[in-house]
Each structure stands twice: as structure tokens, then as C-alpha cells.
């Protein structure tokens, strides 16, 4: 067996600090040493994109991202998006739109949905398509989740209510 | 599992050379990350090239080459504004590859070393006629796409060796290339066939002055055609011309039947993924010309 | 006011609708968003042990020997259980009990990934490494992989009990001369039509902790759609009274109907009882395609016969479901799969029949529609060959044959009581696609299909008669709010939701006064099964029968409070308001709290029992437009249309993602999904082989749209709507793929290459002229 690496990255703004075998992924870190069950886990094979999260800015599969690549480096997850009073836009917009159903995608969705916005603000159609490729949802046919990040990117509030 | 970062790349051969054979390099982590889940590889130590800002680059030399680093990442080279004007087909072939996630992390030199069959950049950069250069503390050496891949996930990489840089030639005049690619779902999928092709055009952008053809995701490693060249270089391109030739390139690959289709159907794409490929790229040569011509 | 005067004035109320009928956001939608809600896999329990289960690595094997020694000494290593140690029955079911907990050294496993030790441990790692440990001598036997051979009477037997392998009675619904109907008939369509295997692929794989409890019980947190059935099987299963077992749903990463069997939960009890400490046991996502339940193959040999002007004389069906190694849903699953056979059609003569086949492959058991998108398929491409075979129009062979309000259909006999709404649906479809599309030059060439359905909701799970009562607990506050507590599940359907909506308006209260409590077996009243796309209209009617109850009780205190006759007052802006001059108002809080001076109970009780299974009746129509590519053979959806009849609509948000959601998973289920097999053996074991369709697999334009024509049996006029486009999505892309290339593909899925395979047998046989259909809704008068 040999030693623990000590880890250090910023989470969310905040310094943390971990001790980790070199093959341990950076899901696990976050999910298990530092209790961000925010971040989801599947299939582990890059395909589902319930774990995705922000490193460095850009969206990745923390399954598939060993946690040592995220030494000293910036990683964002689900938790740190809203601020202390409001939501995020996105995440307001997902909850106006009805974009999310079983919600188990909806921390990936809305993190590759974050990544796409900060590099592209007003996506087409199609562009928002690209964006979250990666990300399967079961649950929603992903028509409200295209809807949602629209608006999100048009600073535009839910439809009137009461229309289908 | 011990684990370096190295902060040179020859830092890294050094870390390489130290006679342990169980060490592995490693990139963006894709596909390590997966082979060791699935416990098809237990390195016992990880050498890690993915922040070595000597190996994330993209430029084009004196010879107008386009040279890109190992650790580049498909978003970057998908991205790279370079590329895009240099490059068209390669940054195309990145948009199409896997994920967005997939490409963030993973590097172009980890997909061609990792030598899964069915890769998208391997088809292309043989089309392209690229070369890489391998590093390790005996120097440094440079192969031709076609030499590098050996057979199914095996490489002509030593176990002393790093995979420096990806050189694609300079293009040559009024030329165009293409990609194309079948699979059941628009994203995220493996290729179920690859096809990737260059086309020059003589001075009158009439006929072919050179064209290469190369195969993905069909047998164990992907392959240039032999037939390509040979029917096309000189004569005169044309519709039928093309199907022709792409039918012959589709003669030419080995296919078998497996799970996930038919050896027939298979072979059969191949000849349409060619024949789109080829006049994709043939319009697009036509279109280089174009400028010169009038 | 009682659910039935309610219903009398559900045209007059809907005017006034505050709550019901808008897109309010769900009630979970906050913690989703931010991380916060806590799914199965987020369980953490201070103390907690870590399991792993060692699987069988055969399809058929018998256990000559498991030898768990080397495993048990693996560091960290707390327990390891093998059958020996399960006190109880060791088997488990809805229907039939035949699935082991952990199988005995001795006995034979029967699939790959039958359980046969559970590794505790101090870390998942260690529990992992020594799951590996465990070393299991098999003799390995030949698995029976094919259904149809399987049901030779004299076939090896799978379960030695049942023998030809019959998982359940063969279901048979028959009715009028079936010769004479063929006889009659001018054309006979014969086809064989067969579905693949479907995997649910939720996204949350099944997980939860157990808890030994002081008394000698157990408390299981882990998701099911069905809490007090896993009461019940776990307690038998494992040898403990059910009143000392309970369980406690969590939020499940989606469910569509693979979630309504044990999975996690008697292991994670057993090892809780056994260590004494909290164990959590999470399956990993190959774990969950190998041991889950799956949608059932099916093969269905078909025969419509009709007279040269379209009328169907005559149906014939032979169908044949591949349960796999243990029953789970299969009883009730075939006998949707029967029922969906007739379509909405007027039947006069027919004999269906379906059998379930026990083999060792992957247990197929409940799945989103039920046993229904396969017959659906199976009819409505019948149905559109026909009307090619007659050069009938596919819209007015359909409206020549529609049943009729007043009607009894041959399956499961329930007056249609409300207007059979199809033709409408079509015809509103029709307008919504507008001009059929038309193939430009090139490889590509588009086509328009449809196909329709008359999706029962159902109050049982396929009317076998595990419960019919919808029990529900209604309390109202001392601040004027309410907790409504119901057996259920909340998996993303939004069932939490809806009660809230429906609950505000009736109390005059606003949907976040709410809150729900679902399902915690310790809390809940019996409700029945989250499944069946019952939950909005039962336990909608029992809320409403509990809270009229209760305010009879409020109306006794606030009447006297504000001198006025009960039967003048109402429930609106939290307060008990007198009709005729509403600035004479109590707040409903402080009615709650007076009547609690008083000894007035404010929690009602309901129990709504229907005295039929099948609630009602529910219409879709889908229009598909599609462009086939005829080089390679692989389909793009243009567009989809789906119009649907289910009644008054709660919340036409929630009601839009499970029409998106239930079309993507049937679009997969005609287009790509396809969980195989060889030899019992998974040949697409995760997410990288098994197709689930991508955001960029999605039509280019999806319009949905309903018609609102309420039940007046149903809360607000409700019916149900949870599975309905699951249903005709694949006939109608498969008509689409016809009209664009001139082929049938009687085998789901349609991919690439089977449709370039099918074209390529139409061009070596008399290639045919191809032309363009003229769509119109004219055909729809008939």
C-alpha cells in the first residue's frame, strides 16, 4: 500500500483538504471525505453525466476526473451555485420550467447547462443541445430542460401559468 | 499506487525511464479511469502529464505544419480559433466526439495512445497524413500515424516513451477533408464506422492530384486505404468516379459480424461514409481552389 | 361537500379553479435544484457498515459449493451472510413467491446475478475486495434462453413447480365466433410483431440503508413504488412480523415501474439485524441492469381480418412474454399485454391469449405501460396495414371501428362512460402537424405516421387484486395548514404535487400550506401501489372524501363563531368565509384551534375502494413525421404530435414532462434501446452498449397538447396520465418509416441497420411505386 496523497482544492470558494489514494476519483472525495452528496454517481463511466461538475470553470465527469488532477485547482459543484438568498438563474429557470422530474440528472444537467451559458450566453436551440450532450435524463424527454436553459439565457420567467 | 506530476516532459521521461514497467502515463484520465474500473489495468504508479502547459499547445510551424501538444484536450483543439481556420475537419471531428465532459478531460495524444478501434481521431489524422513525435530520456523520434498503431489498444509507443506531439503536414494545395461517421444516437456514441478522407486537386481543380482514404472502428485498428490512392490520383473526379472508389474502399477493409451489427451492413456503410466523405472533401477542395482560379 | 355533489358541479367549479389546472412548480423542485434532496444513494448514518453482494456469474448453475472463509477474514470484513442465515420463507413476490433473498448452497441460481452472499464491512472497498473473496463452485447447466421453447410441456423446467415453465395462468379473453368472424372477412392482415427487452435505466441505481431497531425490528430506508408490499414480502421473506418491519421510501432517482419489487430491501435488513449497525448497500449501475426487472420481449402472432370497407370482423392473438427467471410482474404485466391488443377498437369476434414463459434470462416484471406498448404496437401497425391492404385511408379505417361512449370493451368490462374522444384527438393531431412533410432530393426520404390508443388507468397493477382501497390521512393545522399523509412514492411523477394542488383548493388554502407524507410505513395509511398512473385519481378522490369530512367538523365550530348556518359558509383565503358576505371570515387556524378546545378531531380518514379495477378510460393520438436516411437505414424524428384525453389537467407543467418523458422512452423503445442477450447472458451490460436516447436525439419539434373533457368520476374531473404516450409512439414511427420507404418493420427496434436490411429484401423483390400520401381530416367523418 502506498502513502495517502494529501490533497488541497478549492470547493465551492472554500478550502478543503483530503487525504487520497492516487486512483480515487474526485466523486468519491466529494461525496464520501467531504459530504457533497449534491453530486450524483451512476454509471461511472462517463456516459450518464449525473456526476458532472465544474473544474476549473469547464464541465467534467468527476467519475472519471482522479481526484489528484483536481489538486490546487477550483471545483464547483451543485451546492455552490445558489447564494444565500436566491437561487441561480438556472436553477431558478429549472424550477419554473419544469425541467427536472426524478431530479437525480438535474446537478449535472444544471452545471453543464452553467458551463455552457459562461462560454456561450445566448444559445441557440441546437447550441444548448450540444451543451449538455452529455448529460442523460430518463425522466423529462429533455423539452423543458432545453426550455429552461433558454430562458435562463434570455433572463426570460416562466410562461404564464396555467397554459400547457 | 504511487502517483508524480511532473513539472517537465522530461521530467516525466525521467519518472518514465525508472525502471518500472507497471507505470503509466497518464492524460486527461478518460479511458485509464475506466480500464482500471474495470480492473484491465492496475498501474503501480501514475505519472501524470495533464497540466504540463509544454504539452497543451497549438501552432503551425515554418513548414506550415500544424503541431499540437499530447495534453492538449479535444474542447481546446474543438475550440482552438487556429484550428477552426487551419484545420476545418479536425475541429469538426472534435465537436462529434463523445461528450462535452469527455472532451474537457480527455487529450488528443491520451485518445491515440489509449488506441481503441473505434476512436474518431485516429481515421483523420491518417487521412491527414499526420505523424507523432515520442519522447524519453534516449531522445526523441518521430513515426507516421500508420507505424504508431499496431493492432487493437496496442501502439508502437515503448514502455520508456511519451507521446510529445501530434504534426499534420502542411495541406497541400486546393485540398479538402472530410469525416464522416455512423452511429445510432447523434451524440455520445462510439462510431459504429469512421470514414476520413483528404482530396487534392490538380492546378485546373478538375481532377485528383492525391487523395487518402482511412477507416475507423472496422477491424482492430483503424487503416488507410490502399486502393484509394491508386484509383483516384490522376484521373479525373467525378460522381461516379467517387462511388466507384469508395466501393473499392469499402472492399478492401476486414469486417466481421459482431454484437452490435452485421459484417454486410457494416462493409456497406463504409462505402456510403466514403462516398460522402470524399465528395464532402472534393467540394471542399473545389472551394480552395476556387479563390486561385478566379 | 361530498366527492360525488363535487363531481355534479365540476363544470361550474371549474371556473373558479384557484390551484388546480396551473403549472405550479413541484414542491421538490427547490431541493433538486440545489443538491439538497436526499436520494438513496445520499443516506449516511453515523456508524454505518458498507455491503456488497457476490452475484452468480451463470445463468443456470447449480451451487455445489460457496465457501465464504477467506472472505470473512479479509480486514475490515464485519459479516457475511449466505442463505443459512435467512431465517424466513427466503423468497419473495407479488404474484408469486419465487425469488430467493440469497441463494443456498444446494440449489440452483437461475440468472446471473441471483445473490448468493452479502459481504458486510467497515468500508464499501473492503466489502467490495471481499465479495471477490468468495469463491462459489458451480455446475453449470444449460439455460433455458428462449420463451417459446420454453413452454413445451416437456421442456426442463426453470422452477420445478411450474411445469412448461408457465409463469402464471395463460390469460384469455375471448368473445363472438371467431370462423365466422374470419369468414366474413374480405382481408385478412397476418403478422408476427416482436418487441425487444427494455431496461428502465433510471438514473439512480437501487441503494438504501437499514437500521436494526431496539424492539428486535427493522427500519428499512430505501425507495420503492410499492412500501407496504415490501412490508409485507420483506417480513415473510426474512421471518419477521410485519409489525415489526418499516419502511421508509426515500426519494428514487426515477422508478417507471422497476421499482415496484424488493431489490435492496430484504438483504439491507438482514444484514442490519445481523451486525447490529446501521448498513448501507449500494448496488453499482451494472449490478442494476443485471438483477432489475425489465419491460418483457414479447412475440405476438397476430390475425385482423376486416371487410373491403373496413370493418374489423375479426382478431386473433397469440402472445408470448419472456418472464425470465422469477415472475415478479409477469401475471399482471400479460394481461395489459392482452387488453392493449384490442386497441379502441369495436370488436365483434376475437380470441386473445398470452402466456408468460419462465427462462433464465433477466427478470422482466413492471415497466411504464405495462405490458401495453408491445400489443399497442402490434395492433396499430395491424391497423395501418390494413388500411394500405384496403387503400383506405389510416384515419378513417380508424374512425370506422372506434368504440363508442355507452360501449363495453371486450377487455376488462367497463362502460365507457365518458365520450370516446379518438377522433378528436386525431383530428386535433392532424392540425397541430400540420403539412404532411415532403422529401427533398437526396438519400433522404420523410413520411408521416400515426397511431392511436385508449390507455386505461388502473387501480391494481393489471386488475389481479392485490388491493383496491386507496387509504389517506388528512390533518388541518393549528396555522391553517395541512399535512396530507398517503402510502406512495415520490420518484419524479410529482404525485407530492398534485395532492398539494388539489388539496389547497378544496381547503382554500395555497399549495405551499401544504405538505405531504409519503409512504413511511410507520406514518401512512395503506394506499396502494405507486403504479398504474392511479395515484392523481384515487388518492385525489380520497383527499377530497377526507377533506369534506373535515370541513363539516370546521364549518360546526366556525358556524357558531360566526352566527351563521354551516351550510353558508366556504373554505377560501385560509379562512372560513361566509358565502353571501365574505368580509364575515375566521381564520381557518383558529377554527382549527377551537375545535381542538372542544375535542373535535381535525384529521379525517378516507378510504376510497372503486368498486371496479380498471378506473377508466383515457385517448391519445400520435402523429410522427420522420425522414429515413435510405443509405444507411437510420431514422430522424422531425416531429411528434401527441394529443391526449386525460381529463382535467392538475398541473399542465408536470403533466408536459411526463408526455415529453414517456415519448423519448418510447421513441428509445422504437428506435435504439435494446437489452440483449445470449445464453441468459447480458450482451449490453451499461450505459455504453444500452442505447438510451440523448438530448440530441430528440425530435426537432414536439408539440403536446390535451383535450380536457372531465371525468365526472374523477378528483376535479381528473383520470389518469402517467404512461399514456409511452404507447403509440412506436406504431407510429413505424408507420412513419412505411410511408417514407415502403417497408414494415414488424421488429421492434427499428434501427439502422434492421430498416436498411428490410429495404434492401423490398428492392430484390417487385419494387412498387412509391407515392406520397395526401393527409387531410376529412376522412374523419364517416
Not at chain 2, 456503410?269 to 465528395?279: D, E, F, I, M, N
Not at chain 3, 367538523?553 to 385560509?574: D, H, I, K, Q, Y
Not at chain 3, 394529443?643 to 411526463?658: A, E, F, H
Not at chain 3, 449490453?684 to 442505447?691: A, F, R
Request: hydrophobic fraction near 40%; include cysteine; glycine fraction near 10%.
Amino acid at each position: 500500500m502506498s502513502a495517502l496523497l494529501p490533497l488541497r482544492l478549492t470547493v465551492n470558494g472554500r478550502t478543503r483538504e483530503a487525504l487520497v489514494d492516487a486512483g480515487r476519483s474526485l466523486v468519491d472525495v466529494l461525496r464520501d471525505d467531504l459530504g457533497l452528496t449534491g453530486t450524483k454517481v451512476n454509471c461511472r463511466l462517463g456516459e450518464c453525466g449525473t456526476c458532472t461538475v465544474l473544474l476549473d470553470g469547464r464541465n467534467v465527469h468527476a467519475c472519471l476526473t482522479l481526484a489528484v488532477h483536481a489538486n490546487g485547482r477550483n471545483v464547483t459543484t451543485i451546492e455552490g451555485l445558489a447564494g444565500e438568498e436566491r437561487l441561480h438563474p438556472i436553477q431558478q429557470a429549472f424550477v419554473e420550467h419544469h425541467a427536472l422530474q426524478c431530479g437525480y440528472c438535474t446537478p449535472g444537467m444544471i452545471l453543464s447547462a452553467k458551463a455552457l451559458l459562461d462560454e456561450t450566453p445566448r444559445p441557440t436551440r441546437r447550441e444548448i443541445q450540444h451543451g449538455l450532450t452529455g448529460n442523460l435524463c430518463r425522466c423529462t424527454g429533455y423539452e423543458q430542460i432545453i426550455e429552461a436553459v433558454a430562458a435562463a439565457a434570455h433572463g426570460v420567467r416562466s410562461p404564464k401559468e396555467g397554459g400547457s | 499506487m504511487e502517483y508524480v506530476e511532473p513539472r517537465s516532459l522530461s521530467e516525466a521521461c525521467d519518472a518514465l525511464s525508472d525502471e518500472r514497467s507497471d507505470a503509466k502515463v497518464l492524460a486527461g484520465g478518460v479511458a485509464l479511469s475506466i480500464m482500471m474500473r474495470w480492473g484491465l489495468v492496475k498501474p503501480g504508479r501514475l505519472i501524470s502529464i495533464r497540466y504540463l502547459e509544454e504539452l497543451r499547445y497549438a501552432r503551425v510551424d515554418n513548414h506550415q505544419a500544424l503541431r499540437i501538444g499530447a495534453a492538449t484536450t479535444h474542447r481546446e483543439i474543438e475550440t482552438s480559433s487556429l484550428i477552426r481556420e487551419q484545420q476545418p475537419a479536425l475541429a469538426e471531428m472534435e465537436r462529434r466526439l463523445a461528450s462535452v465532459q469527455v472532451r474537457n478531460s480527455g487529450t488528443l495524444g491520451g485518445n491515440l495512445c489509449h488506441a481503441d478501434s473505434a476512436a474518431d481521431p485516429a481515421p483523420l489524422l491518417l487521412a491527414l497524413d499526420a505523424s507523432v513525435v515520442l519522447a524519453s530520456v534516449r531522445g526523441r523520434r518521430t513515426l507516421s500515424l500508420k507505424e504508431f498503431f499496431r493492432g487493437y489498444l496496442t501502439t508502437a509507443l515503448a514502455p520508456d516513451e511519451i507521446l510529445a506531439e501530434i504534426v499534420i503536414p502542411a495541406q497541400p494545395p486546393r485540398s479538402g477533408a472530410a469525416y464522416m461517421k455512423h452511429s445510432t444516437r447523434n451524440a455520445v456514441d462510439f462510431p459504429f464506422a469512421g470514414v476520413a478522407t483528404q482530396v487534392s486537386l490538380s492546378t485546373d481543380a478538375a481532377s485528383c492530384a492525391g487523395a487518402r482514404l482511412a477507416v475507423g472502428a472496422v477491424g482492430p485498428t483503424p487503416r488507410l486505404s490502399e486502393s484509394i490512392p491508386r484509383l483516384l490520383d490522376g484521373r479525373l473526379l467525378s460522381e461516379p468516379v467517387i462511388g466507384e472508389a469508395a466501393t473499392a474502399a469499402s472492399l478492401e477493409v476486414e469486417v466481421a459480424d459482431d454484437a452490435s451489427g452485421s459484417a454486410e451492413y457494416r462493409r456497406h456503410l463504409v462505402a456510403v461514409l466514403a462516398r460522402r466523405a470524399l465528395t464532402q472533401a472534393w467540394e471542399r477542395a473545389r472551394a480552395a481552389a476556387a479563390p486561385e482560379r478566379s | 361537500m361530498k366527492p360525488a355533489q363535487y363531481h355534479e358541479s365540476v363544470e361550474e367549479r371549474a371556473k373558479q379553479l384557484r390551484v388546480v389546472g396551473r403549472a405550479v412548480p413541484s414542491v421538490d423542485a427547490p431541493a433538486k435544484v440545489t443538491g439538497r434532496a436526499c436520494f438513496n444513494v445520499d443516506l449516511r448514518f453515523p456508524g454505518m457498515l458498507h455491503a456488497k453482494a457476490a452475484r452468480s456469474l451463470h445463468p443456470h448453475a447449480r451451487l455445489v459449493k460457496v465457501d465464504t472463509s477467506s472472505a470473512r477474514r479479509h480486514p475490515g470484513v464485519v459479516a457475511v451472510l449466505t442463505a443459512a442465515d435467512v431465517p424466513g420463507l427466503n423468497r419473495f413476490g407479488d404474484y408469486i413467491a419465487d425469488q430467493p433473498v440469497l441463494v443456498a448452497e444446494g440449489a440452483t441460481v437461475k440468472m446471473v446475478g441471483d445473490p448468493i452472499a452479502l459481504v458486510v464491512a467497515e468500508t464499501e472497498r473492503a466489502a467490495a475486495e471481499a465479495a471477490e473473496l468468495i469463491e462459489v463452485e458451480y455446475e453449470e447447466l444449460t439455460p433455458i434462453d428462449d420463451p417459446e421453447g420454453a413452454l413445451d410441456p416437456n421442456a426442463a423446467r426453470v422452477h420445478p413447480e411450474h411445469p412448461g415453465n408457465l409463469c402464471g395462468e395463460p390469460v384469455i379473453v375471448e368473445g363472438g365466433d371467431l370462423a365466422r368472424g374470419f369468414a366474413e372477412a374480405d382481408v385478412v392482415i397476418e403478422a408476427c410483431y416482436s418487441t425487444q427487452r427494455q431496461e428502465h435505466a433510471y438514473m439512480e441505481p437501487e441503494a438504501g440503508v437499514a437500521v436494526a431497531e431496539p424492539d428486535g425490528g427493522v427500519t428499512v430506508y430505501a425507495g420503492t413504488q410499492a412500501p407496504m408490499q415490501v412490508r409485507a414480502n420483506l417480513a415473510t421473506a426474512i421471518g419477521l412480523p410485519e409489525h415489526k418491519v418499516r419502511i421508509v421510501p426515500v426519494t428514487m432517482g426515477g422508478a417507471f415501474g422497476g421499482k415496484i419489487d424488493m431489490s435492496v430491501h430484504p438483504g439491507l435488513a438482514l444484514m442490519a439485524l445481523k451486525t447490529g449497525r446501521p448498513v448501507r448497500w449500494a448496488w453499482t449501475s451494472e449490478e442494476s441492469f443485471v438483477a432489475s426487472p425489465k419491460r418483457h420481449p414479447a412475440v405476438g402472432r397476430l390475425r385482423l381480418g376486416a371487410t373491403r370497407d373496413g370493418r374489423i370482423t375479426a382478431l386473433e392473438a397469440d402472445w408470448i412474454l419472456d418472464g425470465g427467471a422469477y415472475a415478479s410482474q409477469s401475471p399482471a404485466v400479460v394481461r395489459c399485454t392482452v387488453g392493449y391488443t384490442f386497441g379502441p377498437y369495436r370488436i365483434p369476434n376475437y380470441r386473445v391469449q398470452g402466456r408468460v414463459a419462465y427462462t433464465h434470462n433477466p427478470i422482466s416484471g413492471g415497466f411504464r405501460g405495462f405490458g401495453g406498448p408491445q400489443s399497442a404496437f402490434a395492433i396499430e401497425s395491424a391497423m395501418n396495414k390494413l388500411a394500405e391492404r384496403l387503400g383506405i385511408d389510416p384515419v378513417g379505417l380508424r374512425m370506422r371501428n372506434i368504440l363508442q361512449q355507452g360501449e363495453v370493451p371486450p377487455w376488462r368490462a367497463l362502460v365507457m362512460h365518458t365520450p370516446v374522444t379518438v377522433p378528436r384527438l386525431l383530428q386535433r393531431a392532424l392540425e397541430l402537424a400540420g403539412p404532411a412533410p415532403r422529401s427533398a432530393a437526396g438519400p433522404l426520404r420523410v413520411g408521416r405516421g400515426l397511431a392511436v390508443t385508449m390507455p386505461v388507468f388502473d387501480n391494481s397493477g393489471g386488475a389481479v387484486p392485490l388491493l383496491k382501497g386507496t387509504g389517506l390521512r388528512l390533518e388541518v393545522t393549528g396555522d391553517g395548514g395541512a399535512i396530507v399523509r398517503f402510502e406512495s412514492a415520490e420518484y419524479g411523477e410529482g404525485v407530492a404535487t398534485a395532492l398539494a394542488q388539489m388539496t389547497a383548493e378544496v381547503l382554500g388554502i395555497e399549495p405551499q400550506d401544504v405538505s405531504c407524507v409519503l409512504g413511511d410505513t410507520a406514518a401512512v395509511p395503506k394506499s396502494g401501489r405507486a403504479v398504474g398512473s392511479r395515484q392523481v385519481y384515487c388518492l385525489g378522490n380520497a383527499m377530497l372524501a377526507a377533506a369534506a369530512e373535515l370541513q363539516e367538523r370546521l364549518f360546526l365550530v366556525a358556524g357558531e363563531r360566526l352566527e351563521a348556518s354551516p351550510a353558508a359558509l366556504m373554505l377560501a383565503e385560509r379562512c372560513v368565509v361566509v358565502r353571501a358576505e365574505p368580509s364575515r371570515r375566521v381564520a381557518l387556524g383558529e377554527v382549527v384551534q377551537a375545535c381542538r378546545v372542544r375535542g373535535i378531531n381535525t384529521e379525517a380518514n378516507a378510504f376510497y375502494a372503486a368498486s371496479h379495477a380498471p378506473l377508466g378510460h383515457t385517448f391519445c393520438a400520435a402523429v410522427v413525421d420522420l425522414a429515413v436516411d435510405t443509405e444507411t437505414g437510420k431514422i430522424s424524428i422531425l416531429k411528434t404530435v401527441s394529443v391526449l384525453d386525460v381529463g382535467r389537467v392538475i398541473n399542465p407543467g408536470m403533466l408536459r414532462g411526463q408526455m415529453h418523458g414517456g415519448e423519448i422512452q418510447a421513441m428509445g423503445f422504437a428506435l435504439m434501446e435494446d437489452m440483449r442477450t445470449e445464453d441468459g447472458r447480458l450482451k449490453t451490460p451499461t450505459l455504453v452498449e444500452y442505447l438510451v436516447p440523448t438530448i440530441m436525439d430528440i425530435p426537432e419539434e414536439s408539440t403536446m397538447d390535451t383535450l380536457e373533457l372531465p371525468d365526472p368520476t374523477g378528483p376535479f374531473g381528473a383520470k389518469g396520465a402517467g404512461e399514456h404516450t409511452t404507447k403509440d409512439l412506436a406504431p407510429a414511427i413505424v408507420h412513419g418509416i412505411h410511408e417514407a420507404v415502403g417497408v414494415w418493420i414488424d421488429d421492434l427496434p427499428a434501427t439502422p441497420e434492421r430498416v436498411w436490411k428490410a429495404m434492401q429484401r423490398a428492392a430484390s423483390q417487385t419494387p412498387k411505386p412509391h407515392k406520397e400520401r395526401e393527409w387531410s381530416t376529412s376522412n374523419l367523418e364517416v
